[in-house]
Each structure stands twice: as C-alpha cells, then as structure tokens.
C-alpha cells in the first residue's frame, strides 16, 4: 500500500473504508520510528492522522473515495499531507475551539476534529476548493 | 480493519466497572454507551472505564462518551476514566472530559475513590 516516492517521501494512498485510519496509523508510525520520533509524540501523530482521516471520510463526498497521504521527511520534522478529491467546504465554518460546556447542552456532540490537531501537532493548515481539501499538518521531532 | 471492540462489565456495591478492549470509535462508544445505560436502570450511577486495551481513540468514540457524561450530570452520576495512555489522556483533556469526569491511573486508584 505504501511506496517511496523520493529521498524523503513515502506515499499512501487508502480507500475511504471503516476503520482504514487504523492502517495508515502503521505508516506513520514507521515513519516516524525511523526518524526516531519519541513514543509519545508517535502517538499524538497518530491520534491527529486519524482525526484528518475520519473528517476526510466523513465530510469530503469525495467521487473516487481514497484518501492520499504523503509523509515528507525533514531532519527535525515530518509533515504529513492528506488530500482528498472531494468537493471542498469554507475553511471559515469550522469551529475551532468547541467547549465542552456547550457540547454538553447540544444535540451535536461532534466537531472536535480540527482543535485535536491543532493541539496534538505543532502546525496545521488547510486548503480547500471545489476540487478537494489539502490538510498539512507537521510535528516536530 | 481494527480488533472487535469489546466491553466487559463487573458490577461492584457502589459502582460497575466497565473494561474495554479494542478501538474506542463510534461502534465502540456505542457499546459503552449501551451498556451504561442498562446499568443505570438497574440503579447504578457511579462508573469506572478501564481503557487499559483500549490504546487507540477517535473523536466520535469520544463524542459518545460525552453523550455518557451529560447522561449522568442529569442523574448526579459520577464517571471515572483509568489506564488511558499519555495521548489519551491529553485528548480527554483538550476536549475537556477532565472537567465532568475523573482520570485515575489504575482501576484500584478509582475504586478507593469511589469509596471516599
């Protein structure tokens, strides 16, 4: 599933199917475990990929259903790149700091996504059009 | 793709602790949900959740575990949560969990809190 595609690249591609965050989760870890990246900082990796998976699979009606994944290698960093061919949102929409609170009060329970990533790497960034959504997201070592 | 998610349920005097095993996503919040609430009719309003095989998280798991805890505001319950690996733990935290319910390290830590 997974391929070199440079020096310092590793490209996945994975089918929006339940539960396939899970198996792109393994390449990161690899990857990161090459880098020598500490377990925890592996686990938040993780942790934030699963978010930008499953907000992928759930929001992007994208028409070929797969999700493309780059993994960049720098010496200190690694930036993850996941993008899909979806129809894109406005980037403005998105709550970014959810309270607990008003969750609690609400029939909407969901909308985490993005603060987790936010808080687990040490940046992310968003691009979407009506041709897809690109998520960059990149932790330091 | 991830291990069956799975929910074992020992019920105590004072509180039922409840260990799951496997991927804590919308299938696996809903199994703990499901099983807190059957536990709340029989009068139960006190829980533990062990998540010590439960390594593996995601918000819509947690969204439902949120769905838990406002459950049991409504009725006065209490919730701990135990074994949670550092990023877990961190998650709960950033989505603010830790301000409706408890984080002990052990299971044994919760229960001597349940029973103060």
């Known amino acids: ?141 | 793709m991830s291990d069956a998610f799975d929910v074992k349920v020992e019920k105590r005097a004072n509180c039922a602790v409840l260990r799951t095993e496997g991927y804590v996503n919308n299938l696996g919040g809903e199994k703990i949900s499901e099983k807190v609430d059957q536990l709340i009719d029989t009068g139960i309003t006190v829980f533990i959740i062990n998540f010590e095989k439960s390594n593996i998280v995601n918000s819509i798991g947690i969204s439902i575990l949120i769905e838990v805890i406002e459950k049991l505001v409504d009725i006065g319950g209490k919730i701990y949560f135990t074994n949670l690996t550092k990023t877990i733990s961190k998650t709960f935290s950033i989505m603010g969990l830790t301000q409706f319910a408890e984080i002990c390290e052990t299971e044994d830590d919760a229960i001597k809190e349940v029973s103060k």
């Open chain 1, 1 to 141: 599933m997974a391929k070199e595609s440079s020096v310092n690249e590793v490209d996945l591609v994975i089918p929006m199917l339940p539960d396939i965050e899970v198996a792109a989760t393994k390449t990161a870890a690899a990857v990161a475990e090459y880098m020598k990246f500490d377990s925890d900082k592996i686990d938040e990796l993780n942790q934030a990929l699963i978010e930008a998976c499953i907000n992928s699979f759930e929001h992007s009606k994208s028409l070929d259903k797969k999700l493309y994944i780059k993994f960049i290698i720098n010496d200190n960093e690694l930036t993850v790149v996941i993008k899909d061919k979806g129809s894109g949102f406005d980037t403005g929409s998105i709550n970014e700091n959810p309270d607990i609170k008003d969750k609690l009060k609400s029939d909407y329970k969901r909308g985490w996504g993005l603060m987790l990533m936010k808080n687990l790497m040490d940046s992310v960034e968003i691009d979407s059009n009506e041709y897809g959504t690109t998520l960059t997201m990149t932790k330091i070592k």
